[in-house]
């Protein structure tokens, strides 16, 4: 076993600069922010309307003055979310010095029984809170990464990412642990700042690994499936968990997950060697003034922002209108994750050669004639088809637009990449910021039907200005320069002990490991 170990040591000694085991590392990151993201979808409408109905239950319980019990009527209907009984008959009268009638359990009631909850007010109401709890981490992650973007070119970009793993791991113990919806809300915008750092270190730390323009969109594809993966297994593994476990088992599983990545990171990236960049990067403040890194950030923004405003209101919408049992409610999102990690997979690798541009404007459209078909749904299997697309055409955004983020830097500006991946994330918050808050109001007050036909003529509208990013204009030293390293790296081997090459001379570069 000793020697097993030993083995497995020195493995990973002479790995540790191997481009593959970064990425595996800004993968398995990826994976589980995502997961913590999306895990909370299935599980948080239905555990702060129990918390809410709980409390209403115990002040209606209090009161002197006399009380509404629910008849054992044939016509009486529980709610799953939090066994209340609720009736179409006339209610009886008692009176509070009177013992209660028990309520009946599932079993006694009839088999066409509905899985309703107890009040389409009361959901309507969860709207804007649930809406503000996922709105947070967006938001602090917003606020957040234009600070971490310039410190990733001071310090480099292993440590920023090993702090981004403890601020995880804090914030999963959090929401494993948390009764109220103040701790919750902490939770979440704790897991915004532990986000920002690993979304920006790590997407920088592969494009910096990664110089060549078509392998680096291969590997922020392959990276950007781990994000797809979370966003995958997330919602149904969540509600599952939810139903028959518990709210503490999914995140306990994480923050297993975390301990193991950030062992990895610890041993591997050695976070603790501070590793500035060789030169000095172009100012957070020039990036932004770029049309056209705006546009690409732009895409980003409002490609996820319907996938953003359907968290908070899908299941609150399902709930309502299909009576959505709580599995349901995770597994709604399943046809649109499975969708996106395809997406991300295919056009990682296609977008380059059919070109990046088109498979965005293609991506919009799609996405917000989807959007526009989900509130036609009658069922959870209608569901389905527009949640595919949904999630297929998010993937075609987003694989698309981060590598080209890369690239117009390597055209336009300095080739340092913590800065304009801060950008993307910022962009990628926006979504996931305004979508969730803003979502959240009008579907309350307009409907959410409403609410999708917006965000989708949104997204069909800014379509075509993703045609200025066909061929943005450069400096022609950098075009040369880029030319050339294109052709130079792929007549290279990668092979040479797993290690990357980096610098003016495109050496390889070792570590003294004695």
């Known amino acids: 076993m000793g020697r097993l170990e030993c083995n497995f040591l020195t493995w990973l000694r002479e790995e540790r600069r191997s481009r593959k085991l970064i990425l595996f590392i800004v993968f398995v990151a990826l994976l589980l922010d995502n997961m913590l ?11 702060l309307y129990n918390l809410d109905e709980s409390a209403a239950m115990v002040i209606k319980n209090t009161t002197p003055s006399q009380q509404q019990v629910p008849p054992l009527a044939f016509d009486s209907i529980v709610s799953l979310y939090d066994n209340t009984v609720k009736s179409s008959g006339i209610n009886v009268t008692v009176r509070s010095t009177e013992p209660v009638p028990p309520a009946p359990t599932v079993s006694e009631l009839p088999q066409n029984a509905s899985d309703c909850a107890l009040s389409p007010r009361n959901l309507l109401n969860e709207n804007v809170k649930v809406g503000l709890l996922f709105a947070s981490k967006a938001t602090v992650q917003l606020i957040t990464n234009p600070f971490i973007g310039p410190l990733t070119n ?3 970009y292993q440590l920023p990412i090993f702090v981004g793993f403890c601020i995880m791991f804090c914030s999963t113990i959090m929401f494993a642990f948390s009764t109220s919806y103040t701790l919750l809300f902490l939770a979440r915008s704790l897991q915004g700042v532990g986000s920002s750092c690993s979304s920006v270190a790590g997407m920088g730390l592969l494009a910096s690994v990664y110089t060549d323009d078509e392998e680096r969109g291969q590997a922020i594809g ?12 997330g919602p149904p593994f969540g509600s ?5 476990v518990g709210k503490t088992a999914p995140f306990l599983f994480l923050a297993l997950l975390a301990l193991f990545d950030g062992a990895l990171q610890l041993f591997v990236l050695q976070p603790t060697k501070v590793e500035a960049e060789s030169q000095k990067g172009t100012p957070l403040l020039t990036l932004m003034k770029d049309p056209y890194i705006l546009i690409a950030a732009g895409a980003l923004c409002f490609g996820n922002m319907a996938i953003a405003m359907l968290e908070p209101t899908l299941p609150i919408w399902m709930m309502e209108t299909m009576c959505a049992r709580k599995w349901q409610l995770g597994v709604a999102f399943l046809p649109a994750s499975v969708s996106y990690l395809i997406g991300t997979y295919i056009f990682g690798k296609l977008a380059h050669k059919i070109g990046r541009w088109l498979c965005a404007v293609i991506g919009m459209v799609l996405v917000g004639m989807s959007v526009i078909c989900i509130p036609f749904a009658r069922s959870i299997y209608g569901l389905i088809l527009p949640n595919f697309g949904v999630g297929f055409a998010i993937g075609m955004v987003d694989s698309s637009m981060m590598p080209i983020m890369g690239y117009l830097v390597d055209l336009r500006h300095v ?4 800065s ?12 996931f910021a305004l979508g969730p808050s803003i979502g ?3 579907a309350e007050n307009i409907g959410f ?7 989708g003529i949104v997204d069909i509208i800014y379509a075509p200005l993703c045609f200025f990013l066909r061929s943005p204009p450069g400096q022609e030293e950098k075009i040369a320069i880029l030319m050339d390293t294109n052709c130079s790296m792929k007549t290279r081997s990668y092979s040479t002990q797993g290690t990357y090459y980096q610098g003016e001379d495109m050496e390889p570069e070792y570590d003294d490991y004695d």
């Open 240 to 244: 599952v968990m939810y139903e028959f």
């Open 154 to 156: 001071r310090v480099g």
């Open 440 to 442: 959240g109001s009008i």
């Open 415 to 418: 080739s340092v990449y913590g």
């Open 222 to 233: 392959i990276a950007l499936g781990g994000l797809a993966l979370g966003v995958l297994v």
């Open 420 to 431: 304009v991946y801060a950008i993307a994330d910022v962009a990628f918050c926006m979504g």
């Open 37 to 47: 993201l999306t895990v909370v979808v299935p599980i948080i409408p239905s555990y």
């Open 449 to 455: 039907a409403w609410l999708m036909t917006i965000i």
